[in-house]
């Protein structure tokens, strides 16, 4: 049985000033997106300059926090929002949902592709392989803050958070970050090596991402204001994590029955 190491939150600080570990998380996972969008830039058939990739990621990153924060808001405390509208504007307080900011990244690359009247279904093969990464960087920065803890256990890897209670538990943060960052990363990257039909790379990410969530869900406890959404098993991850298992299947039926044929702008 092993012991949560008790981690400082707080990564630097310097007088009144506190640099948090989950924050320096967030720059990593960017600062990575943007280096793996530069190399991906020099090695594949699309054509970015460093000024459109740091558009792009600027775009993708204000979808992502806009869209997290939204999405924990009205998909895991609702009921904290209708007593309290003005919680949604407090971020310091904490809340962030990953199919939240999916869904903000989606609408923002939209919006950048508008604007820049470039192929939108490419561009979101572009980013696909970026995002693992990040989510690898988020999971770590979750398992530091000591949150999103698994369900007790009695697996000889088990945890104790002693800020939880006593005892053992999946560290599920570490099981996320292993699927959802290295696993996933490494086979959309390697995927994307070599000209796949436009959307398959998206369609790939999405599925795989789903599936991975939905089933480490099993050894996550649920969310605390929500329990159990349906069967005494099904929790709000699953739930969110279906329709990307879903889309991300429909991709790629698209994808190779259209022969990359598909485009959207």
């Known amino acids: 049985m092993l012991t949560y190491p008790n981690i400082d939150p707080v990564a630097i600080a310097i007088g009144p000033l506190e640099i948090h570990w989950y924050g320096l998380m967030y720059i990593l996972a960017f600062g990575g997106a943007w280096a793996l969008a530069t190399y991906r830039a020099k090695h594949g058939p699309q054509q970015w300059n460093a000024e459109q990739i740091s558009d792009l990621v600027f775009y993708g990153a204000m979808g992502a926090v806009i869209g997290g924060r939204f999405g924990a808001v009205f998909f895991y405390n609702f009921d904290r929002f209708a007593a309290d509208p003005l919680w949604l504007l407090r971020v310091w307080e904490g809340g962030m949902s990953f199919h939240g900011g999916f869904l903000g990244v989606m609408v923002a690359l939209w919006w950048y592709c508008r604007r820049t009247n470039r192929d939108y279904l490419s561009t979101l093969d572009f980013i696909a392989p970026l995002a693992p990464f990040g989510l690898g960087a988020g999971r770590l920065g979750n398992f530091i803050g000591g949150e999103l803890w698994g369900r007790p256990t009695d697996v000889a890897w088990g945890m104790v958070f002693p800020h ?33 039909p436009r959307l398959a790379v998206s369609g790939l990410f999405a599925v795989g991402y789903g599936s991975f969530r939905f089933f480490i869900e099993f050894f996550r406890q649920p969310d605390e204001q929500l329990g159990f959404i349906a069967f005494e098993w099904l929790t709000m991850g699953q739930l969110l994590s279906l329709p990307m298992i879903i889309a991300g299947a429909t991709f790629l039926l698209l994808a190779y029955r259209n022969d990359g044929k598909l485009s959207l702008r």
Not at 171 to 192: D, H, I, K, M, R
């Open 164 to 196: 939880v209670d006593q005892q053992a538990r999946h560290p599920s943060q570490l099981y996320e970050f292993a699927l959802e960052g290295v696993v996933l990363f490494t086979v959309v990257w390697l995927f994307s090596a070599k000209p796949r």
